[in-house]
C-alpha cells in the first residue's frame, strides 16, 4: 500500500472514532422545577440517550420507556434547563433538536406484534411544553408563543420483531442524530416493520427548528409547562444534528498537504 493511501485510510479512522462525530445530547441538568408532578421527578433521567431496554424488553413505538431513572416529569407550572454537550448551529435549513418523550402506541394486533390503529393512538395524551433556546444559558429565545407537543415515539433498534408485546435486545440501534420529519398520524395502520422502514434508521422523536431564533449556535435548551393548562411533559432524550465532525477538516487538509509533497518529490 502506498504511503498516500495509508495515510490516507488511517485519517479515515481516526474521523469516524472522532467523539466529535457522536450524538450529542443533553449533558447536565442546569435547573429543574417540578411543578405539580410527584413522581418521575428525577432530571437526570433526560440526560444522554434514550435507554434501549425498558425491562419489559427493547424500546418500540409499542414499548416506551416507563422507568423513572429512564424518563422525568414537568408537571404543570414547572420547568427544566438542560445544557447540551455541545452546541448546535442554529443557521442550518430543516429541524435541528430531537425530542424523546414516552408515547407509546396501542397495539391492535391480534397476537401482540405491534400495528397501529387507523388513526394511531397512543396509551395517554402526548406531552407538551413552550420551548425555548439559548446559546449562553442567560437569555432564551423561545421557538414558538404556543406549547409544543411531543407526540412521536420512540424506537431504539432497527433490527428486531415484536412477539407477545415485546422485542428482544437488538443490535443495530437507531440513529438519534437523523430527524424524523413524520408526524404520529403517519404511523396509522402499519405494522412495526413498516414503521421501521418509515423512519428510515432514525430514533423517531419530534423535532424541532431552531433557525428562525436569531442565535448562531444553541447550547441550552428550556421546557416550560403553562401552569393551569392541565398539560405535563414526560422527557426522554433531547438529542441534535451533530456538526461534522472535526476528524473529516483533518482527513480532507492531510491528504491534500500529503498529496503535494508527494508531487514534489
Do not use: C
Not at 49 to 68: Q, R, Y
Not at 162 to 176: E, K, Q, T, W
Amino acid at each position: 500500500m502506498s504511503r498516500l493511501l495509508f495515510v490516507t485510510a488511517s485519517l479515515s479512522a481516526l474521523a469516524a472514532a472522532s467523539p466529535a462525530g457522536a450524538v450529542v445530547t443533553a449533558s447536565s441538568v442546569v435547573d429543574y422545577q417540578p411543578g405539580s408532578a410527584t413522581s418521575f421527578t428525577k432530571p437526570a433521567a433526560a440526560l444522554g440517550l434514550p435507554v434501549g431496554d425498558t425491562t419489559f424488553g427493547a424500546l418500540t413505538p409499542f414499548n416506551p420507556p416507563f422507568k423513572d431513572d429512564h424518563i422525568v416529569i414537568v408537571g404543570s407550572g414547572g420547568s427544566i434547563t438542560l445544557r447540551l454537550s455541545a452546541p448546535v448551529a442554529a443557521g442550518g435549513a430543516g429541524p435541528d433538536i430531537g425530542v424523546f418523550s414516552n408515547n407509546g402506541l396501542i397495539d391492535v394486533s391480534p397476537g401482540g406484534t405491534g400495528t397501529a390503529g387507523s388513526p394511531a393512538a397512543t396509551f395517554s395524551p402526548p406531552s407538551a411544553a413552550r420551548v425555548s433556546v439559548s446559546s449562553d444559558g442567560q437569555t432564551f429565545v423561545p421557538l414558538s408563543a404556543a406549547p409544543s407537543v411531543f407526540a412521536n415515539p420512540t424506537n431504539f433498534y432497527t433490527d428486531v420483531s415484536i412477539d407477545n408485546y415485546s422485542a428482544p435486545i437488538g443490535n443495530a440501534v437507531a440513529d438519534f442524530s437523523k430527524p424524523f420529519m413524520g408526524t404520529l398520524s403517519d404511523f396509522g395502520g402499519l405494522t412495526y416493520q413498516q414503521m421501521v422502514q418509515l423512519l428510515g434508521g432514525s430514533g423517531g422523536g419530534t423535532w424541532l427548528d431552531v433557525t428562525g431564533t436569531g442565535l448562531s449556535s444553541v447550547e441550552y435548551v428550556r421546557f416550560d409547562v403553562p401552569a393551569g393548562a392541565g398539560e405535563r411533559l414526560v422527557l426522554d432524550a433531547v438529542t441534535t444534528v451533530p456538526e461534522p465532525a472535526a476528524g473529516l477538516v483533518l482527513l480532507m487538509t492531510s491528504s491534500f498537504l500529503i498529496r503535494r509533497r508527494a508531487r514534489a518529490v
